[in-house]
């Protein structure tokens, strides 16, 4: 029997270093996935873009305040930094993703 390397992790280069302001959001369509990017206390932050209640995108329906990710549709709220659910028992944890910031991008492990 052969066995071959597997290897499913993939780089997503979501722009300039510069481009991602503190307390700011960008969204990004990345390998399939809606992908929502904030800044907070200078390292950058990757989260699933889509709201885990009914799904609204949070690159519209999303506003960062701190370290806290609300989504104005129905009022849930995550930790940036986890994906923790802190308000709404409709919602669910958001999915993160791994950010390493490398040669002034951005790129997003998925
Ligand atoms: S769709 Fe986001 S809280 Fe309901």
Known sequence: M???PVCTMV???AGASEDFVEGE??????NGDRVLLTRFE???YALHGKCTHQGADLGIAGKVTGRVLHCR????NWD?????KLAHAGATDLKTF???ES???VLVEM
């Open 25 to 30: 959001k960008k969204v990004v369509d990345a």
């Open 2 to 4: 052969r066995t071959f």
């Open 73 to 76: 549709m129905h009022g849930a």
């Open 98 to 100: 791994k950010v390493e």
């Open 80 to 84: 940036i930094v986890t994906g923790d």
């Open 103 to 105: 040669n002034g991008r």
């Open 42 to 44: 200078g390292k950058v």
């Open 11 to 13: 780089l997503i280069d």
